[in-house]
């Protein structure tokens, strides 16, 4: 059974960092992607960064050049280091997984197929 728990989120002032972990269990197949998710009360689902088991990476352009995605693969763990924060960056942030074999956009969320429960992350001075 597939299990991810996230953690490091708070509340943070405009321009801060946070970092955000992912702790994943039950991923017994090789080839699975493993993203950020965020949603924001009354906006759709966007993926931030996903990375794959190559550790090939993938950024929304709302975040890239702010959050990095990484994965240390001796723990299963999954995180984001999310810098220059901003009160829009507001939202539940999910750990997702999904089975990956290239033929799709990993930024799609709808094809994450596991979810974590969520770390609510608010930026606000």
């Known amino acids: 059974q597939v299990r991810l728990v996230e953690s490091g989120g708070g509340s943070v002032l405009p321009g801060g960092s946070l970092t955000l972990s992912c702790a994943a269990s039950?991923?017994?197949?090789?080839?699975?992607?493993m993203g950020w998710v965020r949603q924001a009360p009354g906006k759709q689902r966007e993926v931030l960064a996903a990375?794959?088991?190559?550790?090939?990476?993938t950024y929304a352009d709302s975040v890239t050049g702010r959050f990095t995605i990484s994965k240390d693969n001796a723990k299963v763990t999954l995180y984001l280091q999310m810098n220059s924060l901003k009160p829009e960056d507001t939202a539940m942030y999910y750990c997702?997984?999904?089975?990956?074999?290239?033929?799709?956009?990993?930024?799609?969320?709808?094809?994450?197929?596991?979810w974590g429960q969520g770390t609510q992350v608010t930026v606000s001075s």
């Open positions: 997702a997984a999904a089975l990956y074999d290239g033929s799709w956009d990993p930024l799609l969320s709808s094809r994450y197929n596991y």
């Open positions: 039950g991923l017994t197949e090789p080839s699975y992607c």
């Open positions: 990375i794959n088991v190559l550790g090939r990476t």
